[in-house]
């Protein structure tokens, strides 16, 4: 999907440029216990890109990040990762580094013992665990403490660093930003530009819309357990008010999303909230 397209099936055009896909979904679904929970969310995540997931609480974002990884299976639609079907070839999961809000590391283990033991299993050299504490900022005091005695943002480091610690391609961040002091969020903030910075594909989960508009190179809001629009974000979100045969342009409720690269001379230029509210048909 994309806003260069008039479907919500079809990929975004995935290589108009020279960068590769590094995570592609479409028309997902899954029932839990006989609800449908995921109805049709697709995602587009050129790599090095930076890509936020938004959409209200219950909407389906922390289930597609599980359905996407392979933790829980899907009942319909499909999954890429760089390429590759997790679930025809799992070792693509080892470019991936994963950070649920709350279910992380062990809650009676030391950080450092904690890592060591992801070190073991990634099969990387221990002396990663000091790089990736210095990478998030980790204070020192909390190296050697139990993972359930750190605060909600020392735990939030400390996951960041144990998923940071085989070097992976792609981060996969569920709510990252939540529940933390300005400072600490800052540090995190910075750290999403950093893994940008560096060539790394971050797709995060956030209820905080600045937060969104100012990291992401592209965004997808989900309502309902389906991709309502995805469209990329890093200069302006361009909008017509009617739809056009002669212009490609992908519905967002009320408004219709057009290409940045050449928007009609009467398109509108909308920031992330009004896009959101549109999308979610609220009115505001
Ligand atoms: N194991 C489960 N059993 C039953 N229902 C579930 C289960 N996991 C998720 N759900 C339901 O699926 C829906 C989507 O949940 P999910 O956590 O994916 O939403 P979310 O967009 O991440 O929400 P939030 O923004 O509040 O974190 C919710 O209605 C939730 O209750």
Same mark, same amino acid.
């Given at each position: ?45 050129? $790599?090095?890109?930076?890509?936020? +997931? ?30 590759? #079907? ?37 099969? +990387? ?11 998030? #900022? ?5 190296? #050697?403490? $139990?993972? =359930? ?17 085989? %070097? ?6 569920? $709510? ?8 600490? &969020?800052?540090?995190? =903030? ?6 940008? %910075? *560096? ?6 989960? *956030? ?13 997808? +809001? ?13 200069? *302006? ?13 992908? &519905? ?7 290409? #940045? ?16 509210? *549109? ?6």
């Amino acid at each position: 999907m994309h806003a260069n397209t008039t479907t919500t099936t079809e990929p975004r055009d995935a290589q108009t440029d020279d960068t590769g896909t590094a995570l592609e979904v479409t028309a997902l679904e899954k029932s839990i216990d006989g609800s449908r929970i995921l109805d049709g969310v697709g995602l587009s995540v050129r $790599e090095g890109e930076t890509y936020g +997931v938004v959409g209200p609480n219950g909407a389906g974002k922390t289930t597609t990040f599980r359905c996407l990884l392979g933790l829980l299976p899907v009942d319909g639609g499909s999954v890429s990762l760089f390429g590759t #079907d997790p679930r025809m070839d799992d070792t693509v999961l080892e470019r991936v580094g994963v950070v649920f809000e709350y279910e992380t590391l062990q809650p009676t283990w030391s950080v450092r013992d904690a890592m060591a033991h992801a070190c073991h299993g990634y099969g +990387v050299p221990t002396d990663r665990i000091e790089t990736c504490l210095a990478e998030v #900022d980790l204070e020192p005091a909390a190296h #050697d403490r $139990e993972f =359930r005695d750190l605060s909600k943002g020392m735990k939030r480091k400390a996951s960041v660093a144990t998923a940071l610690l085989h %070097e992976p391609d792609l981060l996969v961040l569920d $709510e990252p930003l939540s529940g933390l002091d300005p400072g600490t &969020q800052a540090r995190m =903030r910075e750290l999403i530009d950093d893994l940008r %910075e *560096s060539g790394r594909t971050v797709v995060f989960s *956030s209820h905080d819309l600045d937060h969104v508009q100012a990291l992401c190179d592209c965004v997808a +809001v989900i309502a309902d357990g389906r991709t309502v629009v995805e469209t990329p974000l890093s200069e *302006s979100v361009r909008v017509i008010e009617e739809p056009r045969p002669e212009i490609e342009a992908e &519905q967002a409720g009320e408004v219709y999303v057009v290409s #940045d690269d050449d928007p009609p001379a009467d398109a509108r230029t909308i920031d992330l909230e009004e896009l959101y509210f *549109s999308a979610l048909g609220v009115e505001t």
